[in-house]
């Protein structure tokens, strides 16, 4: 076997062994668990640099592994993946830092760990999955790896969360599963490299594409939290900061987000899917979740709820995109997969820490935080001015190109759609960073574990999120940069889908 077929099961392991060995290990054993979770994640980092220096390099990376008699798991590498993959190692770094901390005196931490580390592992198995089939199976290992993640605390709130979790994706999971089997007995295996390969069923089975089309959106569209399937991401904010983090930025809604880009890319492709009469429906779909995920989010006095509805709108950025086809609007929804899973991340961390350190749960209890956590609310601040979309942030970058596709495109009404949502995003971010910073703090705390030598609270909360708002603010200032996700971004749609 090839180096470059073994990197791509290193890159898998990477995770899935350190996942394992934690498993075994005593609650008590707090240095082997640290020390394994953070070598996993910087060798996945290093591992994942050499895939897409040998991707930018015309270098090919493939693997199947026999799962059925004549049915295989098929990994391969392509820039697209390469997009998914370098987001989920970046930020399962960033995020096993701050878990270390967080949970610092909880129960159940090499429980926790472990399905953390499995959770990220089948993450980047939907991002190297080479067919439809491969892509089903970690999909639907993905619920399994982060259903204990989300009941984690034990609570009655968190069984009945996880309860609703399961509800809504083992639901979505059928649907997918009964969409991939229909297409199967129709084409056989779907290879993503395959491109057009529906595109001679457009005049004999047309009724039968819709469906499966319907049925492969709404299965990978509960992930997506696509409206009306998201009513499970606003119960699963009981769990713990890291594993919001983890579902909004990391894993499952950005899985959602990557299968349906998968879908109407690289199963159908924009000639069949625009021919079939399902890029309008699907970004309407996209147009309502934006707007609507906003409007919730302006009713909301739980500061993770808010960031909840928040992804709920943000997240349909990526499928708007895709759905306008033009090009310049597919690489404003693609870099946006990168750019909100940065600004969510940060914004996740920073409601963490002052829950932790404060015991602050509501946006009406945050007046004065921002002196008591300066650099967690600068952290905050500079993470919201990017989600609202204020130049020279990520955010603003990701709508820049969707409005100019937009327009190039002939669809002057979704301009409406952007600005509308973005000053919903300023209503409902900006109350809270003026309470934060020039509104007097309302009596003390609900308790208040202390600052920690130089550092506000543990360093460890404090670095990943201040890291992860200067990367927000890099990536805006550099967008033009070669080394940039913009740059990654327009290598894929001009090597692989402009021609459509």
Same mark, same amino acid.
């Given at each position: 076997?090839?180096?470059?077929?073994?990197?791509?099961?290193?890159?898998?392991?990477?995770?899935?062994? =350190? #996942?394992?060995?934690? *498993?075994?290990?005593?609650?008590?054993?707090?240095?082997?668990?640290?020390?394994?979770?953070?070598?996993?994640? %910087?060798?996945?980092?290093?591992?994942?640099?050499?895939?897409?220096?040998?991707? /930018?390099?015309?270098?090919?990376?493939?693997?199947?592994?026999?799962?059925?008699?004549?049915?295989?798991?098929?990994?391969?590498?392509?820039?697209?993946?390469?997009?998914?993959?370098?987001?989920? $190692?970046?930020?399962?770094?960033?995020?096993?830092?701050?878990?270390?901390?967080? @949970?610092?005196?909880? =129960?159940?931490?090499?429980?926790?760990?472990?399905?953390? $580390?499995?959770? %990220?592992?089948? !993450?980047?198995?939907?991002?190297?999955?080479?067919?439809? &089939?491969?892509?089903?199976?970690?999909?639907?290992?993905?619920?399994?790896?982060?259903?204990?993640?989300?009941?984690?605390?034990?609570?009655?709130?968190?069984?009945?969360?996880?309860? +609703?979790?399961?509800?809504?994706?083992?639901?979505?999971?059928?649907?997918?599963?009964?969409?991939?089997?229909?297409?199967?007995?129709? %084409?056989?295996?779907?290879?993503?490299?395959?491109?057009?390969?529906?595109? =001679?069923?457009?005049?004999?089975?047309? =009724?039968?594409?819709?469906?499966?089309?319907?049925?492969?959106?709404?299965?990978?569209?509960?992930?997506?939290?696509?409206?009306?399937?998201?009513?499970?991401?606003?119960?699963?904010?009981?769990?713990?900061?890291?594993?919001?983090?983890?579902?909004?930025?990391?894993?499952?809604?950005?899985? #959602?987000? *990557?299968?349906?880009?998968?879908?109407?890319?690289?199963?159908?492709?924009?000639?069949?899917?625009?021919?079939?009469?399902?890029?309008?429906?699907?970004?309407? +779909?996209?147009?309502?979740?934006?707007?609507?995920?906003?409007?919730?989010?302006?009713?909301?006095?739980?500061?993770?709820?808010?960031?909840?509805? /928040?992804? %709920?709108?943000?997240?349909?950025?990526? +499928?708007?995109?895709?759905?306008?086809?033009?090009?310049?609007?597919?690489?404003?929804?693609?870099?946006?997969?990168?750019?909100?899973?940065?600004?969510?991340?940060?914004?996740?961390?920073?409601?963490?820490?002052?829950?932790?350190?404060?015991?602050?749960?509501?946006?009406?209890?945050?007046?004065?935080?921002?002196?008591?956590?300066? @650099? !967690?609310?600068?952290?905050? !601040? &500079?993470?919201?001015?990017?989600?609202?979309?204020?130049?020279?942030?990520?955010?603003?970058? /990701?709508?820049?190109?969707?409005?100019?596709?937009?327009?190039?495109?002939?669809?002057?009404?979704?301009?409406?759609?952007?600005?509308?949502?973005?000053?919903?995003?300023?209503?409902?971010?900006?109350?809270?960073?003026?309470?934060?910073?020039?509104?007097?703090?309302?009596?003390?705390?609900?308790?208040?574990?202390?600052?920690?030598?130089?550092?506000?609270?543990?360093?460890?909360? +404090?670095?990943?999120?201040?890291?992860?708002?200067?990367? /927000?603010?890099?990536?805006?200032?550099?967008?033009?940069?070669?080394?940039?996700?913009?740059?990654?971004?327009?290598?894929?749609?001009? !090597?692989?889908?402009?021609?459509?």
């Amino acid at each position: 076997m090839a180096w470059q077929n073994w990197l791509l099961l290193l890159i898998l392991l990477s995770s899935m062994v =350190p #996942g394992l060995i934690i *498993f075994t290990l005593a609650e008590s054993n707090r240095g082997w668990r640290t020390a394994l979770n953070l070598c996993g994640a %910087v060798v996945k980092m290093i591992l994942v640099l050499v895939m897409i220096i040998g991707i /930018s390099q015309g270098q090919r990376f493939a693997v199947a592994l026999p799962l059925l008699p004549g049915v295989d798991l098929v990994l391969r590498a392509d820039p697209l993946s390469a997009l998914f993959v370098a987001l989920s $190692s970046l930020l399962w770094l960033f995020t096993t830092l701050y878990a270390v901390a967080y @949970l610092e005196d909880s =129960p159940n931490r090499s429980h926790f760990f472990g399905y953390f $580390s499995l959770c %990220v592992t089948v !993450t980047i198995g939907i991002a190297l999955a080479g067919n439809l &089939l491969t892509f089903l199976f970690f999909f639907e290992m993905l619920t399994l790896t982060t259903y204990p993640l989300v009941i984690h605390r034990g609570t009655a709130e968190a069984m009945a969360a996880g309860r +609703v979790y399961l509800l809504y994706t083992l639901t979505g999971g059928l649907l997918l599963f009964l969409g991939v089997v229909w297409l199967y007995v129709l %084409v056989g295996e779907v290879d993503f490299s395959r491109q057009g390969l529906l595109m =001679p069923l457009l005049d004999g089975h047309r =009724p039968a594409l819709i469906g499966i089309f319907c049925l492969l959106i709404s299965g990978v569209g509960v992930k997506a939290a696509l409206v009306p399937l998201h009513g499970w991401l606003p119960r699963a904010m009981v769990a713990p900061a890291p594993v919001s983090a983890l579902l909004h930025a990391v894993a499952v809604v950005k899985a #959602g987000a *990557f299968g349906i880009m998968r879908i109407v890319l690289d199963v159908y492709g924009l000639p069949l899917t625009s021919g079939l009469g399902l890029l309008m429906p699907l970004m309407l +779909v996209a147009t309502c979740t934006i707007l609507y995920g906003s409007l919730l989010a302006l009713r909301q006095d739980n500061l993770k709820r808010l960031l909840a509805y /928040s992804t %709920v709108s943000q997240v349909s950025y990526i +499928v708007l995109g895709i759905t306008i086809g033009n090009p310049l609007a597919i690489m404003g929804g693609m870099v946006h997969l990168i750019h909100q899973g940065i600004m969510k991340i940060t914004l996740f961390f920073c409601a963490g820490n002052i829950a932790e350190t404060l015991g602050v749960h509501a946006i009406s209890r945050m007046n004065g935080v921002g002196r008591r956590l300066p @650099l !967690t609310m600068g952290a905050f !601040t &500079l993470a919201a001015m990017g989600m609202i979309g204020l130049p020279p942030l990520a955010g603003f970058v /990701s709508k820049w190109y969707l409005g100019l596709g937009a327009i190039n495109q002939g669809e002057g009404w979704l301009l409406v759609v952007l600005v509308l949502s973005t000053l919903l995003n300023a209503a409902y971010f900006l109350p809270i960073i003026y309470r934060a910073w020039f509104r007097e703090q309302e009596g003390p705390w609900p308790k208040d574990s202390g600052a920690m030598g130089l550092w506000e609270c543990h360093w460890m909360l +404090v670095v990943p999120p201040l890291l992860t708002a200067a990367i /927000s603010l890099l990536v805006g200032l550099l967008a033009n940069s070669t080394l940039s996700p913009l740059a990654w971004v327009r290598f894929i749609v001009t !090597t692989r889908y402009e021609p459509w």
